[in-house]
């Protein structure tokens, strides 16, 4: 225990007691709702809690606090709190964090020991924020502190989540070498690639400067992994209405990075981990059985059409038929069952025809790739000199384009269309 630590220790109880450290907690990465009031309405204690991480700041953490109570106490007087969140850093930047709250009463300081890493830590200090909406931003002095007053605004306007970003108007870096702006770029496009419906929402989806609503996220277990807590928050939350404010990503002044090559595995690595546990694995399952079933629908309408004890038409005029009753028959069960939980907000008839030529339209080309699948893997990938090679193959291209049709289904036809602005 260090000398200024015991210091505060001999002080009157009531300023040991507001200087005291928060307490760690622990369990799951949960974010717990705000505990009803007498009359049943939910009503924070506080408008904002903001969570500072730091790790080896104790030459920031001073200035950054000052400048972030002058602005906070101009907008939010007495409805704020400021929380920094220390790994146990060497430097010693939690105690030195401790020592500015005689000074910055909305100060609170938490300093973690078992645990370590950039987003559980946030997490661990939005669990015990009392704010109605909850921000992270560095502690280097990196994230401008006079732009959380536009993302506050954002937040008051309505948005459930604010994001400063590098990559609107008004925003940018300052002196980034070409090397670091194309690793920029290049996590963001991989992002893009494996979790396109979570990293596409925003322009800036590597910023750790942000703002969102307590309930938007209450209740949703978190499992992040190394740096971009955002993703996890845009993953895991229940977030319609996002607004982002430009900012330029400042130089650091003092102390260093601390992001290593480690940080670019642990990003793909939370990217696959999200994208695992977004997968609609329940919703692929409907889809496929849908599939099977137009199989049957197809194989009675080219019976009954074409089959000589039947109608005796010509074959390719009944397949044609078949294959659009299959078709028809999907989409009915798709759009009843497989995703019915979309479509019940998107109602009336000509909403449905739209989704319904859509449908078709993809299948149309699932088709078309089928063909081609089929004649790469029998021709050009050696399925011919397998026993019973065809049939292989064939399955293989009916399973990569039923995956194929499922993805351009849930993206185009049943799509999930947000309010953005
Ligand atoms: N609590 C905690 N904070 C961290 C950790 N790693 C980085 N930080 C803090 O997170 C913020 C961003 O980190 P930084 O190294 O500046 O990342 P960069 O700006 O992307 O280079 C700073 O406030 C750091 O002190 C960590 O393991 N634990
Ligand atoms: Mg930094």
Redesign the pocket.
Known sequence: MSPSYQRTKIRPMSITQTTSLLPVPSGPLVISPLPPTANGLQKSPLGFSLV??????SQNIPELIRQLSLLLDSILPDDYELIV???NSPDRTWEVAQSLILEYPKLRVMRRQQE???ST?VIRGWQVARGEVLGVI???L?HPPETLLKLWSEIQRGADLAVASRHVEGGGVSEWSLLRRFLSRGAQTLGLVILPEVVGRVSDPMS?FFLVRREAIAGKVMNPLGYKILIEVLGRGNISWIKEVGYVFQE?LEGK???TWRQYIDYILHLLRLRFALWPVARFLRFSLVGFSGVFVDMAFLYLLSDPSALGWGLTRSKIIAAEMAIINNFLWNDLWTFGDISSHQRGWRKRLKRLLKFNLICLVGLILNVLLLNLLFNFLGFAHLPYGRYIANLIAIAAVTIWNFWINLKLSWRVTEVND
């Not at 500072?52 to 700041?57: A, G, L, M, N, S």
């Open positions: 500072i991480p730091t790790y080896q700041e969140v220390d790994d370590r890493g950039l830590a560095d502690a280097d990196q750790g650091r990075s601390k992001v």
